[in-house]
């Protein structure tokens, strides 16, 4: 099994551009998250998925969007990207409703330049 | 507003010896404790769980402890090997779907 699979890994982009962070697992959970981790700093939650069409709002979702059309994938989207957005963003899945064990992917480190 | 932290940054340690990281939380209403490894350019990796009904819970070479009246959490990791160098979160969770509340995290250090 692959887990959880982040991409890209690495990515600049300029300020105003969009991109789509792309997540995918292969585990059959039900539930996915995205968090992002500043330096130094814990994990805050973006958004979360409990299920094919259903999504949302965490602790940061401001800047953000998600959607999750099928059970595997869960992309978020950045439309106009900021400085405040540059973070590591982690994917991550269960199968757990109370969300304990969660897998995460490796991360994307994202710099908003 | 109520959130999970933890006491040191950093924690340096003698490999073979045991390590002790804390956390307080403020969350009264938490459901479940969760430990997270970090190693460098990974994402977090699960370690050990304890429900709010429980005061301890031992994995292999980890246990930890939950002390509900003042409030806190201790990963215990025995005979520490350079391996176990990483960061170290705390996480809760209500036990409801909507995701983990994080501490900021404790490096550990090991000193051959």
């Known amino acids: 099994n692959a887990g959880v699979t982040q991409t890209p890994k690495f990515r600049i982009l300029k300020i105003g551009q969009s991109m789509t962070l792309q997540c995918t697992q292969d585990m059959n959970h039900n539930y996915m998250y995205w968090y992002r981790q500043d330096p130094g700093m814990g994990l805050k939650l973006i958004y979360y998925s409990v299920g094919a069409g259903i999504t949302d709002k965490g602790e940061v979702p401001n800047g953000y969007n998600v959607s999750r059309s099928t059970t595997e994938d869960f992309p978020l989207r950045l439309e106009l990207a900021a400085p405040s957005q540059t973070s590591v963003y982690f994917c991550?899945?269960?199968?757990?409703?109370?969300?304990?064990?969660?897998?995460f992917g490796q991360g994307t480190r994202l710099t908003v330049v | 507003g109520e959130s999970v932290g933890l006491h040191l940054p950093t924690l340096s340690v003698q490999e073979g010896d045991n390590s002790i990281i804390n956390c307080a939380y403020s969350?009264?209403?938490?459901?479940?404790f969760i430990w997270y490894k970090q190693e460098s350019g990974k994402g977090p990796q699960f370690i050990i769980d304890i429900r709010s009904n429980m005061d301890k819970r031992q994995g292999q070479r980890v246990t930890v402890l939950l002390n509900k009246t003042v409030k806190h959490l201790s990963l215990q990791i025995a005979a520490t090997q350079p391996g176990d160098s990483a960061v170290y979160f705390c996480a809760e969770t209500g036990g409801g779907a909507d995701g983990l509340t994080f501490g900021k995290g404790t490096h550990l250090i090991i000193q051959p």
């Open positions: 969350n009264s209403a938490s459901d479940y």
């Open positions: 991550a899945s269960t199968n757990n409703r109370a969300g304990t064990e969660a897998f």
